[in-house]
């Protein structure tokens, strides 16, 4: 005989409920490891931020390790989905050996104003790049995983289409030094919503345009000294 009593919601009802404490828990770690580093936070204060009861932090994460690396691999995984689009366009040119250096510099130019928004918008931006800078100063665990996706979404990138606009291997260190270069007119903005570098350089909607016009308009004057020196 069925039991007509029982809620048929009951379990998305449930796991609805898990999937916001488990939200909860990552977003009061994510601020919390970002304010005061890794060795610094409880997890005891990250169960009285999420306001949830101490054992929910094992629950779901096993220790604070496993949380910590929770919201590295969050980060990642967001970082993946908005380098994607760009990503899948610079592979498939750079897999044409025929492809016009002119889509070449727009590709990189793509990339570096991709690479803005990134870093200056988003979901709870400012406590995410905290993490980045605590984490290479504290080498906190999940760093390699960090640098890794760094690596693969956008230093790489840039590096194969510097080298081949060069025409130089990706192995040269002089085109490693030069995509970096390229790739630091980006990370300089990193920490100018708290503590601008100059007035009128916080990451309100204008100065992110702002930021992506100046960044394009220097990746185009390298890539056209590039075309000279050529």
Do not use: W
């Not at 870093?119 to 640098?147: K, Q, Y």
Request: contains cysteine.
């Amino acid at each position: 005989m069925i039991d007509t009593k029982t809620p048929v919601r009951s379990r998305p009802a449930v796991q609805a409920r898990g999937e916001d404490t488990r939200r909860r828990i990552l977003e009061a770690a994510l601020h919390l490891f970002a304010a005061q580093g890794y060795e610094g936070t409880s997890t005891r204060q990250i169960a009285e931020g999420a306001v949830v009861n101490l054992p929910a932090i094992q629950y779901y994460f096993g220790n604070k390790e496993g949380l910590y690396r929770a919201i590295i691999h969050d980060i990642t995984a967001d970082t993946d989905r908005h380098m994607s689009p760009v990503l899948e366009r610079v592979q498939a040119a750079l897999a044409d050996a025929d492809t016009p250096r002119e889509e070449l510099i727009a590709l990189l130019g793509d990339m570096v104003e991709t690479f803005v928004v990134l870093v200056t918008s988003g979901p709870h931006v400012d406590s995410r790049r905290l993490i980045f800078a605590r984490a290479e100063v504290e080498e906190t665990p999940g760093l390699d995983v960090l640098h890794e996706n760094g690596m693969q979404q956008i230093v790489n990138p840039c590096l194969a289409l510097v080298s081949r606009l060069y025409g130089k291997p990706t192995t040269d260190p002089e085109m490693t030094v030069r995509t970096l270069a390229l790739i630091g007119q980006v990370v300089i903005f990193c920490n100018t919503h708290k503590r601008p570098v100059l007035p009128g350089t916080g990451l309100d909607a204008e100065s992110v345009r702002l930021m992506r016009l100046v960044v394009r308009e220097h990746t185009d004057a390298i890539c056209l000294a590039i075309a000279t020196s050529a």
